[in-house]
C-alpha cells in the first residue's frame, strides 16, 4: 500500500471555496488562515546566510561545533536548560520534518501508540500513520494508554494558544516515565506568551534535573522570521539524539551548512525577538476585541501566534461567515473533532492587513 494511501488528504486544500469567496472582498482577502510569518527575516540571518555561502562540502547530520553551542547557550540562557552537551543537541531540517519522521525513526510501528493532544497540528497524528503507530489524542497525563511509547505535548499551543501549567508538565513527565515512553515537546511558538509563563520540559523545575527520555524541539520559523530556511533543531536525552543522528546520517537529513551558519546567528540574539514579539502583541491587542466585538469568545489563546475563536457553531460556517467578509480563517476541524466548534485565526499578517480586518469586523458589530 502506498503511504499517501493511509494518510489524511491535506486539510487547507478543503479551504478552496472559502479563500475564493474572501479574495472577491473589493478590498481585497486578509489571509488569517495561515501561520507563516509576513514581517522581514533579520538582517543579521541574511548575512550570515551569505557569507556561509561557499559551501562546497557536505554538512553533517549532527551539525557544527558552533550551532550546537548556539543551540545549547540559547536552551540554557533562555530556558533553563540543563544539563546539556553536545550530544544533547541536533539541527532538523524545519521541525514539521522531525515531528513527521520522529515515530519512524524511533522505529514504532503497530504495537505502539503515539499521543498527542485532543487539538493538535495535524503532523502528530500524519507521522504516527507514516509508522504504522496507533495514533490516540488524549489531554489527561493519568490516561496514558499502556502501550504509549511517544507522548507530544505542545506548549503554547498550535492551535488553541493554551499553556500548560508547571503542574500538568511534571504530570506529563511522570506519567511517561511509568511507561517507559519517550516524552517530546514542541516548543516552537515558546518566545510567544501573552497571559501565562511558559516552560521547556528541559527545565528542572519540569524534570528534576534528569533528561532521560525527554525530548525538547524548537524552530526559528516563527522566533526568527525565517520560515523559508526551515531551521529548526531538537534537544534532550543524549541517549535518543544520538540515535536520531545516527539513523538520520543514514537518510540523508541534514540542514544545509549556508542555513547552520544562520541559525547560529539568530540564536545568539534576542533583539529581533523581542521586537517581533512586540509586533505580534499589538496586533493581537486590535484583533481580539474586534472579534468579541463581533460575537466571537475566545478561549485559552494564552500565548503562541493564533486566536482561538469561537460562535457557538460548527467551525465551517464561522469560516464562511468570516469569508464574506472578506477573512479566510482555519477551520477547527483541521485540528481534531474537539475542536469543530472553533476557529484559529492568525496574526501572521500585515499591520494594514489587520487593521483591515478590525474595520470589517467593527461594521458587523455596529
Partial sequence: MALGARLPDFPWDTLAD??????????????????????????????????ASDAHGYPTVWGTPRVRQAIIDYLT????AV?????????VVGTKELVGWLPTLLALGADHAVVFPECAYPTYEVGALTAGARPVPLDDPGALPADASLVWINSPANPTGQILSLDVLRAFVAAARERGAVLA?????????????PYSVLDPRVNDGDLTNLLAVGSLSKRSNAAGYRAGFVAGDPVIVQQ?????KHLGMMVPAPIQAAMAAMLGDQTHVEEQRDRYLARRAKL????????????????SLYLWATRGENCRDSVAWLAERGILAAPGDFYGAAAAQHVRVALTATDERIDAAVARLSTVAE
Avoid: Q
Fill in 185 to 197: 515537546s514542541d516548543e516552537c511558538y515558546g518566545e510567544f506568551a501573552w497571559e501565562a509563563e
Fill in 288 to 303: 481580539r476585541p474586534a472579534l468579541e466585538a463581533a460575537g466571537f469568545r475566545i478561549d485559552h489563546s494564552e500565548g
Fill in 18 to 51: 472559502a479563500k475564493t469567496t474572501a479574495a472577491a472582498h473589493p478590498d481585497g482577502i486578509v489571509d488569517l488562515s495561515v501561520g507563516t510569518p509576513v514581517d522581514p527575516t533579520p538582517a543579521l540571518a541574511r548575512e550570515a546566510l551569505a557569507e
Fill in 83 to 91: 544539563p546539556l552537551s553536545h550530544e544533547s543537541v541536533m539541527p
Fill in 244 to 248: 536520531l543522528v545516527g539513523a538520520r
Fill in 77 to 80: 540562557g533562555r530556558w533553563r
